[in-house]
């Protein structure tokens, strides 16, 4: 018994000496609003529902992933920064926000609200990770958008977009700013290619 007590006091000195745990960071993926585009009508004549974003398991999760080599397909997740909700539906509520601030459409909708909509929006992340190789860290975002007409199920815009952004700094922080403009930034193409490419 006196042992077991001694080594319990032993393991909460211990634990007390190590300091404090480390504490859980939260981000967003913050896009800045742009200027509404100077347009004589919406690019989308009728409601758009944006759907969930589609991602594999770690991309999709709420730990922010990282490369740490340059061409490594080894992708490890921080341990203690995450992101507030999964990427899937951050982005998601981005771009619902974005078509929204823009006048993209006359009314943009979540498949929750269960509203009749003339366009459906998909997505599907391929990356959002932060890249530590060398000395210059990027975040790197790579989404796939797709629009569909719902009265025939017709695609009427598919692309691939990929942005790079170089962090300003080393931290995760840093990266998450990086990764709100190029995510930003690929929703202003995406935009402007339904511009050309939606019929009115």
């Known amino acids: 018994m006196r042992a077991a007590a ?19 960071h939260f981000y967003r ?15 989308f004549p009728g409601t758009v529902e944006v759907d969930r974003f589609r991602a594999d398991a770690l991309t999709g999760g709420i730990q922010i992933v990282q490369r740490q080599t340059t061409g490594s397909s080894e992708l490890e997740p921080y341990a203690y920064h995450q992101w507030a909700d999964p990427p899937t539906i951050l982005l998601q509520t981005r771009l619902v926000d974005f078509l929204r601030e823009t006048r ?4 943009v ?10 366009f459906l929006v998909l997505g ?16 790197v975002v790579e989404i796939e ?8 199920r017709a695609i009427l815009l598919q692309r691939v977009y990929r942005e790079e952004r170089p962090a300003a700094g ?5 990266a998450v700013d990086a990764a709100s403009a190029a995510v930003s930034a690929i929703f202003t193409r995406f935009l402007a290619d339904a511009e050309t490419q939606i019929p009115r």
């Open 6 to 24: 001694w080594l319990a006091g032993s393991a909460l000195l211990l634990a007390c000496a190590g300091g404090p745990a480390p504490r859980d």
């Open 109 to 118: 909708v979540t498949p929750e609200l269960r509203a009749h909509s003339e």
């Open 124 to 139: 599907r992340i391929g990356k959002l990770e932060h890249q530590t190789a060398g000395d210059a860290p990027l975040a």
């Open 170 to 174: 080393p931290s995760v922080a840093e």
């Open 29 to 43: 993926i913050e896009t800045p609003t742009p200027a509404p585009p100077a347009l004589a009508a919406p690019v």
């Open 145 to 152: 958008l797709v629009v569909s007409r719902q009265s025939d």
């Open 104 to 107: 993209a459409a006359p009314l």
